[in-house]
């Protein structure tokens, strides 16, 4: 069982790490991730009231505190959102906030007392004119009491760091606030220590030593220390707060309001008080409140929270609705099928949370390095005291060197360095719809070598769909579709449901069958229309004496195309061929030719038979093709592709879920089965493989940035320590203790601020792509006949394609002339493709447009191309043009 803890009084990477040692001592702790930048840790354990006691005492001793959140109320699926689990989603949001404004209240207070201690202090040395009674030899005594009393003010306000630092170090685990503790506690007990020289000295009348004891105070030193430490903090916790963003806004996107309609009646409720099978009113320009199913009415939703597609979806009854969309046009009433934690949107925050929960491997490596390092830095900073003493510095010298090495080895940069890349990472991922569970997940995803593919679902649609309508000589599309639809209208075969949908949509309705027999192994057959009508494979219209030759060779090459030929005869005579096929998802080709640009092999894996496999692989351009894949097959293919570099799998149902847990990656088409999802790392909302390279992309640039963070935390400390230490006194180059603070304070808000520009990450693809909505996918329609339209004319045509981010991709050069023709013989999206690439090979045509449906090609020009020449390629690609 996971159980989430609220932990106190950690400021660095030492914290975390000396908390995660200490709850990993507890008998039924599995694993535990400790979180500094959201002061949470996730624990495994078996479940025991007394396990979860023994961790918060376990905690407690090790000078931290530990709070377990409230589990998720098993009553909040069934009815309304859990608040427990709500609050503990937004805690890191306010807990950031919350810890910006006390820092800032700190801050404040600090600044008003040390600004005018800094100015007494070291007014005589720039000339600042001073009160009379803090001048003069007479008044040394107020001179240095003034400077106490103004410090005493900065301590109890930053009395944080006295109380953790020394608490720590009891328990034997410095940390961050120990360093500073240190050396502030160091030069107030000097200040304390000059003070009594002071009064010693005006006692025994030595004005001189009275004099040089009240110009080495160091009140102003440790007050600078803590104000400095503090300003670096506040700008952290400021940073912090953005790094939480992704959460804030997420949560932000669910209504807070909901019309219910009970008993006929209209009626709004908070949108947490909905209940599983309310009946619910949107209207235009609402947010839907949660999950269902529309019952009454139409509307156009903008589903682009949610998925990042910015084309709204038409949806009718009986389509299901995702909460935290817009409705930007109609009224429907919804069932509320799916409510609170169990929403899509409260599982994407869910997923987020989760992930900035975990640790990525490389962040293991920084913790031991913080173990170490608080005592290692406490070593030197007494042997640097120690070598200056025996040098024959003044005490003033060595204490001085002592405190700049404290002060300026504070491990928050190294401890921040993780963390923030990772939630800033994730959060930006989550707004391009790549949810990532697991901070493990995106560093591994930057090493994949291998992307293995599911076909079905995955690569392509899922569903077939009719791709070719063939008729024989003599007979027109219409009697095919005719009787298609007739007798395939008692078929429940997901071909006959395909052909069916395509007829109807091509205004073909059916007459009355009877005697509808199925024929195993070969297909159907009814009297339509009291004819004797068949429908099947080449083997039943053998059996008949049905004669084929005619259409055989146009068969075959449907089959080798991976395409399955359907036979229609009546009366003892063909009709024609109906093709169907499980068509190519519009961006899939253009996600595996960015893989291989970006040097990761593609596979495709699939249960297919190898010709139907060999032509999805020539359309989309994979690597390799594994076919006649069972199942449980998948998986050891998988773990064969690992043993030769990390492998990355994409599917998207059942028969995926091992496969997606055995690659070192999985990825989950968000469209997908809820198993799968729940197998994988990474899911993709949109459903769309483009982001399959976008999220490997978001990887590398996560860990580029955590590697960024990293030298320059280590880098910081390697410099600056010995610079502290003295090593370049020779020289005149020494750090006065303040300006060690400052430079601490500096490193820690860098390394937040380097994490931050994350936020501005975005795919960048080598060329532009045509993205298309998830909604208009590849329709039946688009294989309609041909237009039967004439003439070639000149004519400008509006594209307006949505085109992913490719801030890399290569200028076009500019179009001067475009030139429409009117294509005959073209039934598929071959043949567009077959006609497009004709006429691109052409020395001047820069683009070609072709559409299906108005049977047309728009040919875009840098340059002037005789209508012969663009004739010509069309005519040898096989096609004709009016």
């Avoid at 139409?298 to 929270?305: A, K, M, N, P």
């Avoid at 800033?424 to 291998?450: C, D, F, M, P």
């Avoid at 059996?543 to 395409?563: C, F, M, N, P, Y």
Wanted: contains cysteine; hydrophobic residues 45%; aromatic residues 4%.
């Amino acid at each position: 069982m996971k159980q989430t803890f609220d932990i106190t009084g950690m400021t660095c990477a030492a914290c975390s790490a000396r908390v995660e040692k200490a709850t990993r001592g507890v008998d039924g702790v599995k694993s535990v991730a400790v979180n500094l930048l959201k002061n949470s840790m996730e624990v495994e354990t078996d479940g025991s009231p007394t396990t979860i006691a023994a961790i918060e005492s376990a905690v407690d001793k090790a000078g931290y505190g530990a709070f377990a959140r409230p589990l998720k109320d098993s009553g909040a699926a069934a009815g309304g959102s859990s608040t427990a689990s709500r609050a503990a989603q937004a805690r890191p949001v306010a807990d950031a906030a919350a810890e910006a404004k006390r820092v800032r209240m700190r801050l404040i207070v600090s600044t008003v007392f040390t600004v005018p201690l800094f100015y007494i202090s070291m007014g005589h040395m720039f000339g600042w004119p001073l009160p009379s009674f803090l001048t003069g030899d007479a008044n040394i005594m107020p001179f240095a009491l003034t400077q106490f009393l103004l410090l005493l003010p900065v301590i109890f306000v930053n009395f944080k760091f006295f109380r953790v630092g020394f608490k720590t170090l009891v328990h034997g685990a410095p940390n961050m606030d120990s360093l500073i503790a240190l050396g502030s506690t160091a030069s107030t007990v000097y200040g304390v220590y000059a003070l009594y020289k002071i009064g010693y000295a005006l006692g025994a009348g030595d004005g001189a030593s009275a004099h040089m004891a009240a110009m080495d105070l160091y009140f102003e030193s440790a007050a600078m220390i803590l104000t400095l430490i503090t300003l670096g903090k506040y700008f952290e916790a400021r940073a912090k707060g953005k790094t939480t963003d992704a959460i804030a806004k997420l949560m932000d996107l669910a209504p807070k309001e909901a019309t219910r309609v009970r008993d006929g009646q209209e009626e709004r409720i908070p949108a947490d008080d909905v209940r599983m099978g309310d009946i619910l009113v949107v209207r235009a320009g609402e947010g839907v409140p949660v999950d269902g199913t529309v019952l009454e009415g139409s509307g156009t939703l903008d589903e682009s929270v949610i998925t990042g597609e910015s084309v709204p979806v038409e949806k009718a009854p009986g389509d299901t609705v995702t909460g935290a969309t817009v409705n930007r046009m109609g009224w429907f009433t919804m069932r509320a099928d799916r409510v609170g934690d169990d929403t899509t949107l409260a599982g994407i925050i869910r997923l987020v949370d989760e992930a900035t929960s975990t640790k990525a491997p490389i962040e293991k490596i920084a913790d031991k390095i913080s173990g170490v390092f608080v005592p290692a830095v406490i070593v030197i900073a007494l042997g640097t005291f120690a070598a200056w003493m025996l040098g024959g510095s003044t005490l003033e010298v060595a204490l001085s060197h002592a405190i700049s090495v404290l002060v300026i080895s504070c491990p928050c940069a190294l401890g921040l360095a993780t963390p923030t890349a990772i939630m800033v990472g994730t959060g930006r991922g989550a707004q391009n719809g790549i949810l990532v569970k697991s901070a493990e997940a995106l560093e591994v995803a930057h090493g994949i070598r291998t992307v293995v593919l599911d076909k079905t679902g995955t690569i392509t649609q899922g569903t077939p769909s009719v791709t070719d309508v063939i008729a024989a000589f003599g007979v027109d599309n219409a009697r095919l579709l005719e009787a298609a639809v007739s007798i395939e209208g008692r078929s429940e075969h997901p071909l006959a449901r395909a052909i069916c949908e395509y007829a109807r949509e091509q205004k073909a309705y059916p007459l009355l069958v009877e005697n509808f027999k199925q024929i195993p192994g070969e297909g159907v057959e009814a009297l339509v229309d009291d004819r004797l009508t068949f429908a099947g494979n080449l083997r039943m219209m053998e059996a008949r004496g049905i004669a084929t030759s005619e259409v055989a060779a146009t068969a075959q090459r449907l089959a080798d195309e991976g395409k399955t030929p359907l036979f229609f005869a009546q009366e003892g005579a063909l009709l024609g061929i109906i093709a169907v096929a499980d068509t190519v998802k519009p961006t899939s080709a253009a996600a595996l030719h960015e893989l291989s640009a970006m040097g990761i092999r593609t596979v495709m894996l699939t249960g297919d038979n190898e010709r139907t496999a060999a032509a999805i692989q020539h359309e989309v351009g994979a690597d390799e093709v594994i076919a006649d894949v069972l199942p449980q097959g998948k998986e050891r293919e998988i773990r064969r592709l690992a043993s030769e570099g990390a492998v990355a799998m994409v599917g998207d149902g059942i028969n995926d879920a091992p496969a997606l847990a055995r690659a070192d990656v999985g990825i989950a088409i968000g469209a997908g089965t809820d198993i799968a999802i729940e197998s994988a790392d990474i899911v993709l909302m949109k459903s769309d493989l483009m982001d399959v390279p976008a999220a490997i992309q978001l990887s590398r640039a996560t860990l580029r940035n955590i590697k960024q963070n990293l030298f320059w935390a280590l880098f910081y400390n390697a410099i600056c320590i010995p610079v502290a230490a003295g090593a370049l006194s020779m020289w005149g180059v020494n750090l006065n203790p303040m300006i060690a603070a400052a430079a601490m304070s500096a490193s820690s808000v860098c390394v937040v601020a380097n994490a931050l520009r994350l936020r501005g990450w975005k795919p960048k693809f080598t060329v532009p792509v045509l993205r298309q909505a998830t909604a208009a996918t590849d329709t039946p329609s688009a294989h309609a006949a041909p237009s039967a339209s004439e003439g070639t004319t000149d004519a400008l045509t509006s594209v307006d394609p949505i085109l992913i981010d490719s801030a890399d991709a290569p200028k076009q050069k500019e179009i001067t002339m475009e030139k429409m023709l009117h294509v005959e013989g073209m039934m598929c999206q071959h043949c567009v493709a077959h006609v497009k690439k004709a006429l691109e090979g052409i020395e001047g045509v820069e683009e070609a447009v072709v559409d299906l449906d108005a049977g047309t090609a728009t040919a875009k020009m840098t340059q002037e191309v005789p209508d012969d020449v663009l004739k010509a390629a069309i005519v040898e690609a096989g096609y004709e043009v009016k």
